[in-house]
């Protein structure tokens, strides 16, 4: 089964930095885009970032274009999440997940799979 484990979130102040890890497994990894995804308290889940399958191409949600960084190691069934240059307002959950389908060629937000993880809690202070 698809599992998701998310981790490398904490506390920075705000301007600082944090790198997110997203493992994998369950599923053939470089066959699926994947995005990162993040819950704000109070409100609903929202899109950050797509990576297609190979990592040539990326897509961010307008507010954090330029700060956040997605990338993937296929020999490592691993996403990744560098996020610079952190405000208050990304403070929120964070998850990883996959496209729904294989092969699909994506030029902005990914629609998730049915499995999520447990996310990784990232809190910026101001």
């Known amino acids: 089964q698809v599992q998701l484990v998310e981790s490398g979130g904490g506390l920075v102040q705000a301007g600082g930095s944090l790198r997110l890890f997203c493992a994998a497994s369950?599923?053939?990894?470089?066959?699926?885009?994947m995005g990162w995804f993040r819950q704000a308290p109070g409100k609903e889940r929202e899109f950050v970032a797509t990576i297609t399958r190979l990592g040539s191409s990326t897509y961010y949600r307008d507010s954090v274009k330029g700060r956040f960084t997605i990338s993937r190691n296929n020999a490592r069934n691993t996403v990744y999440l560098q996020m610079n240059s952190l405000k208050p307002e990304d403070t929120a959950v964070y998850y990883c997940?996959?496209?729904?389908?294989?092969?699909?060629?994506?030029?902005?937000?990914?629609?998730?799979?049915?499995?999520w993880g447990q996310g990784t809690q990232v809190t910026v202070s101001s």
């Open positions: 369950g599923y053939t990894f470089s066959n699926y885009a």
């Open positions: 997940n996959k496209h729904r389908t294989p092969g699909v060629l994506m030029a902005g937000p990914i629609t998730p799979g049915d499995y």
